[in-house]
């Protein structure tokens, strides 16, 4: 597999205080009462819509403005309250220098994933960043990777998704691409057995070993790295 899609929150950062205090802004903003922990755990993987309405109950136009109001804060300073996730650089720099072409794969908007890319110097790993719009177009994991994956021209038996949730999962499966679960992030017990993952791994170090260990990368010349 030499096209490797990854998730970005909750599998190359730590995206829980923006994610879930820009959750709370929006949620007072509409007059509805704060979250639980569990609650703003399970906000971190699927798009906003989603959230709002199936996790929050409510109505079409109510999530709307809801997204509205998250963005509103997000924008100004939620992105900013990130961390990576221990082993992401070292990951993707030894993927990168075994010849795999990286591309990220988020349900997050594409300007505020390559913002925090940036922001943490990673953006020159990805060949390509795919993520959804902010008129809601490419709203599924599954259109996401698929429409990076005709960017790429990259066949589906020749590709894996790396993510945390189902969500990356079901993406995968509805791509024709093998799955690889890390429990870096917000899965809960059992959630991404249950979804059919291919692969289940403790951490991104984990990851880089998987990959590297394949012969493709063990034959892929002097700069490969070895585990």
């Not at 679960?181 to 057995?193: C, P, W």
């Not at 291919?198 to 700069?223: M, R």
Request: aromatic residues 10%.
């Amino acid at each position: 597999m030499n096209y490797l899609f990854f998730d970005l929150d909750g599998t190359l950062t730590e995206p829980y205080e923006g994610i879930s205090r820009s959750f709370i802004y929006a949620l007072e903003a509409c007059g509805k009462p704060r979250p639980s922990e569990r609650e703003l755990r399970l906000c971190i993987g699927p798009p906003l819509y989603d959230s709002f309405t199936g996790l929050f109950g409510m109505t079409g136009e109510e999530a709307k403005y809801a997204i509205q109001k998250y963005r509103e804060r997000y924008h100004v300073v939620g992105w900013t309250e990130n961390e990576l996730i221990p082993g992401a650089e070292e990951c993707l720099r030894a993927l990168s220098a075994c010849g795999k072409t990286l591309a990220l794969a988020t349900s997050k908007p594409k300007v505020f994933a390559e913002r925090i890319l940036r922001s943490f110097s990673l953006d020159g790993y990805f060949t390509y960043i795919a993520g959804c719009g902010l008129d809601g177009s490419l709203n599924t994991k599954a259109e996401v990777l698929a429409h990076a994956m005709r960017e790429l021209g990259a066949p589906p038996q020749d590709c894996a998704m790396i993510g945390d949730r189902k969500y990356d999962t079901e993406g995968a499966k509805a791509c024709g691409v093998f799955s690889v679960g890390v429990r870096t992030g917000y899965a809960e017990a059992g959630e991404l057995e249950e979804a059919g993952t291919d692969v289940i791994l403790p951490s991104l170090g984990a990851v880089k070993e998987y990959f590297l260990s394949s012969d493709g990368a063990e034959n892929n010349g002097d700069n490969c790295p070895r585990v």
